[in-house]
């Protein structure tokens, strides 16, 4: 079986990195767990790439140091960095089979051509192509070819693996199914991966931790469930998952939301008018003549209804309703959130 030696540490400290009047990294702090998948999360240009590209030794920062298991690393060579790379365009040779290809690195530390052939073939049976050893890239599937830069990446048993954006070029159904076999086979392994993803659903479905990057710093890092449910910022708030934003009034540690006083948790903003952000499993809704919100569209999602109701300034606020509780659009409602600390935001200009 290919094991790594040991899981590794990989720690991220003060990385900055500037392109021009660019700022990709801005003073990042990080530091992945022994074995755990760990996604960098974000959108484009927040600094996710580059800092998997530091830690591949494929770029250097202006100041900071990566470590992996206490040692600097930041400046030796990316041959000498034990860690292997799967990249979003697969980069295979288009002259080499599969078996050849996955044996690549293998055949440049002059490994035996018995030995490497053999790792080869049990990499490929790993990742369920053990019948495809004698075909060309081109002869495969995007699937299939992502298998292969996978096997590659761990012929040289790495003890960091590390994956950018390798599924987005693949169709939703080969992507699910692939996103489940990385899952497997790190778990297998036990190796430390690193995973960058600008999908959301991707990253919580897939990491034992989330951090989520913006603007080449860290917003939070945790696992998908506190994430999602207690999310450290706005930007986190609203980049994972569905959010709505009502506006509220804020008294010092309690905010003024659709009638109801409740605690504020989180960053406070400088001003009173805040905008109250709820996901739309919290937002209940209660069919009410007299009710000052108007249900304006609903979309079954299967277990769910998603209701938007628009509130009488204009807002709109998504809401989740069991299958069999469903509102129909035109109908008068009454909004009530959970009587629990909310996250509040500065207010933005509502249509």
Known sequence: MNTPTQAATVEFRSLRRRFGATAALDGLDLTARPGELLALLGPSGCGKTTALR???????PDSGEVLVDGTDVTR????????GMVFQSYSLFPHLDALDNVAFGLRMRKVKASERRSR???L???VGLADQGGRYPHQLSGGQQQRVALARALALRPRVLLLDEPLSALDAKVRLSLREEIRRLQQELGITTLFVTHDQEEALSLADRVAVMRAGRLEQCAEPAELYGRPATAFVAEFVGTMSRIPGRLDRDTVEVLGQRLPV???VPATADVDVLVRPETVRVGADPA??????ASSFLGAVTRLTVRLADGTEVKADLPADEAVAPGAAVRLTLPARPMLVAERAPHA
Not at 54 to 60: D, S, V
Not at 76 to 83: F, K, L, S, T
């Open 54 to 60: 530091m830690l591949a030794g494929f770029e250097h």
């Open 76 to 83: 030796v060579p990316a041959h000498r960095r034990d860690a």
């Open 120 to 122: 080869a073939a049990e």
């Open 124 to 126: 490929l049976e790993l």
């Open 265 to 267: 948790e989180g960053p």
């Open 291 to 296: 009710g000052d919100a108007t249900v304006v």
